[in-house]
């Protein structure tokens, strides 16, 4: 048995009177998707903060590797192998895909103080690095990020997480607002990641893409862990009620059936 990279355990988080969080346990193993599933105010976007060292818990704790861990900041998340990609990619539309990629660690030449950026070094590693996760149509690394698609630059941001070293990826919806044919390429990046060892947390509130890639599945309800499971042991319908309450959707259900009525087929 493997020591998860990042262990969860009893964590609840409180703004005031608000309890955001309440005793959630998560384990994260090298290799795996982990996908945390969840409607709107569920709760995912604070564990996301937890997780990336922009919140502190309340009350738990939170390991990697089996030692336990605070995170003062992103930073230090950052430095034990933590890398969050929001839901746009955080990345800069007016930059270069090469500043873009090695902004806050540009490679220099030169000897100080005439030390530069050095645009060639920068633009082969990026262009590199991206194709490695299938975007061949980016050759120049001086294009502007602004020109590529939304999944290209989703891309990009985990490409570049992957590079500086990333062994735990968070991924916050990062198909939410993307086609079909992004989406599948950035799902075929999420697999490309487990490939090489990497842990993947995908926080995601579609079903369809989460059963494609996962292998682990947390789904959380008003700040509570509602259910967790492995690939097979729920169907997409399962799944489905869960997040969204089996009494809503029965209610639903009838609510259709009464504004519709019987279809009439003719004789």
Not at 121 to 130: D, K, L, P, Q, W
Not at 253 to 258: F, I, S, V
Request: glycine residues 10%.
């Amino acid at each position: 048995m493997t020591t998860p990279l990042l262990t969860l355990s009893d964590v609840s988080k409180n703004f005031g009177t608000n309890q955001a969080l309440s005793d959630i346990s998560l384990e994260v193993n090298p290799g795996e998707v982990l996908c945390l599933l969840g409607d709107n105010g569920a709760g995912k976007s604070t564990l996301i903060k937890i997780l990336s060292g922009v919140h502190k818990p309340s009350s738990g704790t939170v390991e990697v590797e089996g030692k336990p861990v605070v995170f003062d900041s992103p930073k230090a998340a950052s430095d034990v192998g933590i890398a969050t990609v929001h839901q746009y990619g955080g990345t800069f539309p007016l930059m270069s895909v090469a500043r873009c990629f090695f902004v806050g660690h540009e490679p220099t030449k030169g000897v100080w103080p005439f030390k530069y950026f050095d645009k060639k070094a920068a633009g082969e590693i990026t262009v590199r690095e991206m194709q490695k996760l299938g975007i061949t149509r980016v050759t120049d690394g001086s294009r502007l990020t602004g020109a590529l698609s939304g999944g290209e630059r989703q891309s990009l941001a985990i490409a570049r997480a992957v590079y500086f070293g990333a062994r735990v990826l968070i991924l916050d919806e990062p198909t939410s607002a993307l086609g079909v044919k992004q989406s599948t390429h950035v799902l075929r990046i999420i697999m490309h990641a487990r490939a090489q060892g990497i842990a993947v947390v995908f926080v995601t509130h579609n079903v369809t893409h989460a059963m494609a890639v996962g292998d682990r599945f947390a789904v959380l309800i008003h700040g509570k862990k509602a259910d967790d499971f492995r690939k097979g042991e729920r169907t997409r319908e399962q799944i489905t009620d869960l997040m969204a309450g089996g009494e809503a959707m029965a209610e639903l259900e009838a609510e259709l059936a009464e504004l519709t009525g019987p279809v009439q087929t003719t004789p």
